[in-house]
Nanobody, 124 residues
Framework: QVQLVESGGGLVQAGGSLRLSCAAS????????MAWFRQAPGLEREFVAG????????YYADSAKGRFTMSRDNVKNTVYLQMNSLKPEDTAAYYC?????????????????WGQGTQVTVSS
């Protein structure tokens, strides 16, 4: 099991940027897939972006393509989500997830380990 702690959320105006961080501890992330999900009030948790830790390949939800970039820092055992051109509809709690067995998973039930979430609010 890996422990995940997100940070970097906040309030930003539409068109602005934020960078979320997810620090992992407890074990090496070799072989893991990591992902960002988000959940707005009253809605289901949805996939945003994912990364294969070993090779660094990324994949994105259509809503994130061209605006969000997921990356990793092997030394710091941390993944990031750079979010640009933010829109009010991006407002949600953002969660970091990890799993050793999933490959390019986009469903929450495919991930075993979760952080506590960080709130992102985009004002119009």
């Amino acid at each position: 099991q890996v422990q995940l702690v997100e940070s970097g959320g906040g309030l930003v105006q539409a068109g602005g940027s934020l960078r979320l961080s997810c620090a992992a501890s407890g074990r090496t992330l070799s072989g893991y897939h990591m992902a960002w999900f988000r959940q707005a009030p009253g809605l289901e948790r949805e996939f945003v972006a994912g990364i294969a830790w070993n090779v660094g390949s990324t994949y994105y939800a259509d809503s994130a393509k061209g605006r969000f970039t997921m990356s990793r820092d092997n030394v710091k055992n941390t993944v990031y989500l750079q979010m640009n051109s933010l829109k009010p509809e991006d407002t949600a709690a953002y969660y970091c997830a990890a799993d050793l067995r999933v490959r390019a998973g986009v469903r929450p039930d495919q991930y075993a380990d979760w952080g506590q979430g960080t709130q992102v609010t985009v004002s119009s």
